[in-house]
């Protein structure tokens, strides 16, 4: 299938009724019959992670399609070191405030590690958690072939699920943060995994850190979409962490992300403006004052 350029997909009609993931209208959630008609139009779409209402609102009236409630929380929102601190009662938390906070989008959850890798009943009863308090769509869980089994008692209870291999971050503590799939070996368990994930019925598939050219090919031999982070232009859909994307994470961040704007910087500015303004007494003014 061929992909489309933004100006195709914008001019493009399709089958139910004018709606594209990105830009279309929409008074009902993206479902993931739609994730799928995106794929087989050749449409790329993009998804963002979201841990509050507030800027999960923001992502939504901005058109976006999906948003993943990432255990990438950990590291984001919730001041650990990775996400293996991350805890599900976190995870339900976090994900119920996105789902309150959009209208349109598809929201996915992620499973923590440590909530699913006992096995399928046990991932079944962590995913029943986020959809039923949460109120998540969908969730995600990490690994390929190693979490077939559980993505498919999911699916077959009538969980989406989007799966997640290339590097899997749950698994610092054995794989460091370093490119996947490099070398014939490493290439073929990949795309062992992604068909793997696949035939167990997920309906999407991260792919992490792994080359370009292997991510492409991934592509090319899926009929579910691939979502890709640090996994070059070829994906079906580009995911990134929106406090990297959005430039408020502190340090640095991975080579494969865009910063579209400095919010560390507008913020730090505007809050010293607020502090200086106390501190010299010209807030508060006349205006701002009740009488
Ligand atoms: O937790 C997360 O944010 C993720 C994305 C990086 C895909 O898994």
């Known amino acids: 299938m061929t992909q489309l350029t933004a100006a195709q997909t914008a001019q493009k009609k399709p089958s139910d009724g004018g709606r594209t993931l990105y830009g279309g209208k929409g008074t009902r ?8 008609a995106a794929k087989e139009r050749g449409e ?4 963002l992670t979201a841990y509050d209402a507030m800027t999960a609102s923001v992502f939504d009236e901005a058109g976006i399609p999906v948003m993943l409630v ?3 929380a950990g590291n984001c929102h919730l001041g650990y070191e990775s996400t293996v601190p991350v805890t599900l009662d976190e995870m339900t938390m976090l994900s119920a ?20 890798q006992e096995g ?3 991932a079944l009863r962590s995913a029943t958690r986020l959809v039923k308090e949460a109120g998540v769509q969908a969730v995600k869980l990490e690994g390929g072939e190693r979490s077939h089994e559980q993505i498919r008692l999911l699916v077959e209870s009538g969980i989406p699920v989007m799966a997640h291999i290339g590097l899997t971050p749950q698994s610092v503590n054995a794989m460091g943060y ?8 490493a290439a073929q368990q990949l795309l062992r995994d992604a068909k793997a994930v696949q035939d167990a019925g997920a309906f999407a598939v991260v792919l992490e850190l792994v080359p370009a050219e292997l991510a492409a090919e991934v592509t090319r031999v899926l009929h579910i979409p691939t979502v890709g982070i640090g996994a070059g232009p070829e994906t079906d859909a580009q995911v990134l962490v929106w406090t990297d994307m959005l430039g408020l994470t502190g340090g640095r961040v991975p080579k494969f992300v865009k910063q579209y704007v400095n919010l560390r910087e507008v913020m730090g500015d505007a809050v010293k403006a607020f502090a200086d303004d106390v501190v010299g007494g ?3 003014q006349e205006e701002h004052s009740v009488h």
């Open 97 to 116: 405030a996105v789902v309150r906070g959009t209208s349109r989008a598809l929201i996915v959850g992620d499973l923590p590690f440590g909530s699913y």
């Open 120 to 122: 399928p009943v046990q």
């Open 44 to 47: 790329k779409w993009p998804m």
């Open 29 to 36: 959630r993206i479902t993931v019959r739609d994730i799928a």
């Open 282 to 284: 010209t807030f508060p």
């Open 178 to 185: 370093r490119v996947q799939g490099r070398g014939e070996e």
């Open 70 to 72: 990432g255990d990438s």
